[in-house]
């Protein structure tokens, strides 16, 4: 058996308890499904060393499909289920992949030839079969996730047994969960905030897990707090933006203990307004795709950019408050490397074998702090200026709910700009005002854009390509150059 097949199937029956909105599982009724879902995937072909896409939402389906593909010793790739299907198909050929487990009725693909499961996620074969050119997995792979890859097609993380389950006792360890929590996930399965925080780690401590596939809008986290009870709830930024939006009852959220959040900072004002509704602080986890779970912070403060400390078996390398660096981490959880990019995870490995991020941070007391990343970076005449940091700022302005700062290249020039979601309440005058109070003169965006609502990925970062087609600033270079 692999390692993470024989951690299932010795705590499967412990007294974890998978839920939906369909259906519970728990104890022998949960191993019976996963049992039956088995002998379905090997009448597909599926067995040890098939490698099987999974592109869903969460659901009880997806976790049992899962844990079937690993008691086969198959490597399951977790798939964002937001990815196309022509995006799909190219990585089924950059991996290799060779059956895809999907939703009967989430997308009309059925002309392939699809063998439908009674338990688990239906499942279709990849032309991949037949390909002789497939990159090799690394011996000790047993599960592979996806970060975005540079040339547009998403790097294939290649994860061992052992780093799987490393990640999940460290987050065990360091955050406190147990037997009695119960955990409330918005966040996608085959995302790392969901795949590290609930899903193995609810199994090692016997919890209830319920996963969630609706959109995290205020009415359905506050419908589900109150038939699921949570002690934990997790997910993106969009969930707390919305519960600081809404009016919620203080009291169906008297069970909760903790809120987690990652991907994306949080503003000053929704953390406030969540701590002041529901009576608890939330906490950021700070994640990796290729390293697993950094740090966690038990919430204390708000608004600075602390991240917290190091989890169990985490070394972390930054700069100092007055001169941040880049983040560079080493974990017991690393990836091995990418499947489909040869020698890139490795050049991002400096001498002592720590990952070094895009994050530019600073330890101060052991505690990790934030200053944006490399990446946010927009040089402006010469100054460099943190595109986060300026989007801080404009939400420190009470009119101001969501906020993008971006870099626009006009000829020769760049110019700082700003988008807002509308607010007719003040003008871009006054918003410059308020802003010398804040940042320094040339941090203030020259050009200010009112939109109804600033595009943002799945996981809630900024969709920097579907804003500039918002603001009708694609071929805005093109058109300034043909003028000339």
Not at 122 to 130: Q, S
Not at 251 to 276: G, N
């Amino acid at each position: 058996m692999t390692i993470l097949s024989s951690i299932f199937d010795k705590y499967i029956t412990a007294g974890f308890t998978i839920s939906d909105r369909r259906q519970e599982l728990s104890g022998k009724a949960l191993r019976d499904i996963v049992d039956g879902i088995v002998n379905e995937y090997s009448t597909c072909g599926i067995g040890a060393g098939s490698r099987v896409g999974i592109w869903s939402r969460n659901s009880v389906s997806y976790v049992v499909s899962y844990l079937a593909l690993l008691k086969l010793q198959a490597v399951p790739f977790l798939l964002d289920h937001e990815l196309t299907w022509m995006e799909l198909k190219v990585l089924f050929r950059s991996c290799g992949i060779q059956f895809l487990l999907h939703e009967s009725d989430m997308h009309n693909i059925t002309c392939l030839g699809v063998s439908f499961s009674q338990n688990g996620l239906d499942v279709i074969g990849t032309d991949c079969k037949t390909w002789e050119d497939s990159p090799d997995l690394h011996p000790s792979t047993e599960v592979c996730r996806f970060t975005s890859g540079t040339s547009g097609v998403p790097n294939c993380i290649e994860f061992s047994g052992s780093a799987v389950v490393n990640a999940a006792e460290g987050w065990c360890a360091g955050t406190g969960l147990n037997r009695s929590d119960r955990i409330l996930c918005y966040a996608s399965l085959s995302n790392g905030l969901a795949f590290n925080t609930s899903l193995l780690p609810a199994v090692l401590k016997g919890c209830r897990l319920h996963v969630s596939s609706a959109l995290p809008t205020a009415r359905s986290v506050e419908h589900n707090v109150r038939m699921r009870q949570p002690t934990w709830i997790v997910g993106f930024p969009a969930l707390f933006d919305s519960l600081a939006r809404s009016a919620i009852d203080p009291y169906a959220f008297r069970t909760v203990k903790r809120l987690v959040s990652s991907s994306a900072p949080l503003s000053v004002k929704t953390s406030q307004r969540v701590l002041d509704v529901v009576g608890v602080g939330i906490s950021n986890y700070y994640g990796i795709a290729e390293a697993g779970p950094v740090t966690f912070s038990f919430p204390h403060s708000i608004g600075n950019g602390d991240l917290g400390k190091s989890l169990p078996g985490v070394s972390i390398k930054a700069g100092s408050l007055t001169n941040p660096s880049r983040v560079a981490v080493k974990t017991n959880s690393m990836g091995t490397r990418y499947l489909n990019a040869p020698g890139l995870f490795e050049s991002r490995l400096d001498a002592s074998g720590h990952f070094v991020t895009e994050d530019m941070g600073a330890l101060d007391g052991g505690r990790l702090i934030l200053h944006g990343r490399r990446t946010d970076v927009i040089n402006v005449g010469g100054r460099k200026i943190s595109a986060s940091e300026v989007e801080a700022a404009l939400l420190a302005i009470p009119e101001i709910t969501e906020s993008a700062v971006f870099g626009l290249e006009v000829g020769d020039d760049i110019s700082l700009c700003a988008a807002i979601t509308d607010p007719v309440a003040i003008t871009d005058a006054e918003i410059r005002s308020r802003l010398q109070d804040l940042i320094a003169p040339y941090k203030i965006p020259s050009r200010i854009f009112r939109t109804t609502k600033i595009p943002r990925t799945s996981t809630g970062k900024l969709n920097r390509a579907a804003l500039f087609w918002t603001l009708d600033l694609v071929d805005t270079e093109r058109k300034h150059n043909e003028s000339q």
